[in-house]
């Protein structure tokens, strides 16, 4: 498997095919589908489609390129569609990440690319060091872990609609901790939502962090308390890359803010997505 996550991360700008992906590890389709879910929790489109958006977001942050040329360097044939996409899954255009805010802001969880905002950034930014408590929202409790040496360290711990978090957190809480203990997330929309955490040292010459995430999709209903269990590591081979801005949670916004894929819950339909806005998604489904 090893070979083919390579395969995926050297080559993400080439169009590739499943059975091509299969073929480099020697097994079927089938089988290369559910040990690569296995491996990274996801599928291998999906991977990709992670890796792409995430060198597109590096490209964005780091270069003067024009847009349009990004979309050929990360391996979409059409900047309209490559914009879109863009667009619906972080809630930023292309164009408005380049905002000097979302670089400052930026999460980031990459072997070439680490990066988490100290408190003081966030204040200074206009950025609540934690998600307030609302009306018709319910709350998550994270039971958290370090590793044994590992401590006071920086933690952001966010809710986001996707299991590869590609925008803003629905809600989160930033603060310290060392060791094991819990952290409360209010204010959580009611929907389905996967639990993601960074952690390290923010401050000082060199930046180091670990991440971790809750092993299954937790479920919120408004007024109601969720648990979830997270364990701190550092990054592994198999890891997806991720980055994200906490810019569309300022004060101030940037125009647009971070869409919210919440699930339906309440409306009885469990397999509904909608789009809401970032404000709106706080009492999208009061009774």
Same mark, same amino acid.
């Given at each position: 498997?090893?070979?083919?996550?390579?395969?995926?991360?050297?080559?993400?700008?080439?169009?590739?095919?499943?059975?091509?992906?299969?073929?480099?590890?020697?097994?079927?389709?089938?089988?290369?589908?559910?040990?690569?879910?296995?491996?990274?929790?996801?599928?291998?489109?999906?991977?990709?489609?992670?890796?792409?958006?995430?060198?597109?977001?590096?490209?964005?942050?780091?270069?003067?390129?024009?847009?349009?040329?990004?979309?050929?360097?990360?391996?979409?044939?059409?900047?309209?569609?490559?914009?879109?996409?863009?667009?619906?899954?972080?809630?930023?255009?292309?164009?408005?990440?380049?905002?000097?805010?979302?670089?400052?802001?930026?999460?980031?969880?990459?072997?070439?690319?680490?990066?988490?905002?100290?408190?003081?950034?966030?204040?200074?930014?206009?950025?609540?060091?934690?998600?307030? /408590?609302?009306?018709?929202? !319910?709350?998550?409790? +994270?039971? @958290?872990?370090?590793?044994?040496?590992? &401590? #006071?360290? %920086?933690? *952001?711990?966010?809710?986001?609609?996707?299991?590869?978090?590609?925008?803003?957190?629905?809600?989160?809480?930033?603060?310290?901790?060392?060791?094991?203990?819990?952290?409360?997330? /209010?204010?959580?929309?009611? !929907?389905?939502?996967? +639990?993601? @955490?960074?952690?390290?040292?923010?401050? &000082? #010459?060199? %930046?180091? *962090?670990?991440?971790?995430?809750?092993?299954?999709?937790?479920?919120?209903?408004?007024?109601?308390?969720?648990?979830?269990?997270?364990?701190?590591?550092?990054?592994?081979?198999?890891?997806?890359?991720?980055?994200?801005?906490?810019?569309?949670?300022?004060?101030?916004?940037?125009?647009?803010?971070?869409?919210?894929?919440?699930?339906?819950?309440?409306?009885?339909?469990?397999?509904?997505?909608?789009?809401?806005?970032?404000?709106?998604?706080?009492?999208?489904?009061?009774?």
């Amino acid at each position: 498997m090893r070979e083919a996550i390579l395969a995926i991360k050297s080559r993400y700008a080439e169009p590739m095919t499943l059975d091509e992906l299969a073929s480099s590890v020697f097994v079927s389709r089938y089988h290369f589908c559910r040990i690569f879910g296995k491996a990274t929790g996801v599928t291998p489109g999906r991977y990709l489609a992670a890796v792409r958006m995430f060198e597109a977001k590096r490209l964005l942050l780091t270069t003067s390129l024009r847009v349009a040329d990004i979309v050929c360097s990360v391996g979409y044939s059409s900047t309209g569609t490559f914009t879109t996409r863009f667009t619906s899954t972080v809630g930023l255009t292309p164009t408005q990440y380049r905002d000097p805010d979302v670089r400052a802001l930026l999460v980031s969880m990459a072997p070439d690319l680490l990066r988490l905002p100290s408190s003081g950034t966030l204040r200074d930014a206009g950025v609540e060091l934690a998600s307030p /408590a609302v009306h018709c929202g !319910g709350t998550v409790v +994270v039971a @958290a872990e370090l590793p044994p040496a590992v &401590g #006071p360290v %920086q933690v *952001l711990a966010g809710i986001y609609p996707q299991r590869i978090p590609q925008c803003a957190p629905v809600a989160y809480r930033y603060g310290e901790m060392a060791g094991r203990g819990w952290i409360t997330i /209010a204010g959580v929309p009611a !929907g389905r939502w996967h +639990v993601w @955490a960074v952690a390290g040292q923010v401050n &000082g #010459p060199r %930046q180091w *962090l670990l991440s971790g995430r809750s092993a299954s999709p937790v479920v919120v209903r408004p007024g109601q308390t969720t648990r979830a269990e997270v364990r701190f590591r550092e990054l592994s081979p198999s890891d997806v890359p991720v980055a994200l801005s906490l810019a569309p949670l300022r004060n101030r916004s940037l125009g647009v803010q971070a869409p919210r894929l919440v699930r339906a819950v309440a409306r009885g339909d469990p397999t509904a997505v909608v789009f809401v806005p970032a404000m709106a998604a706080r009492n999208a489904y009061c009774p």
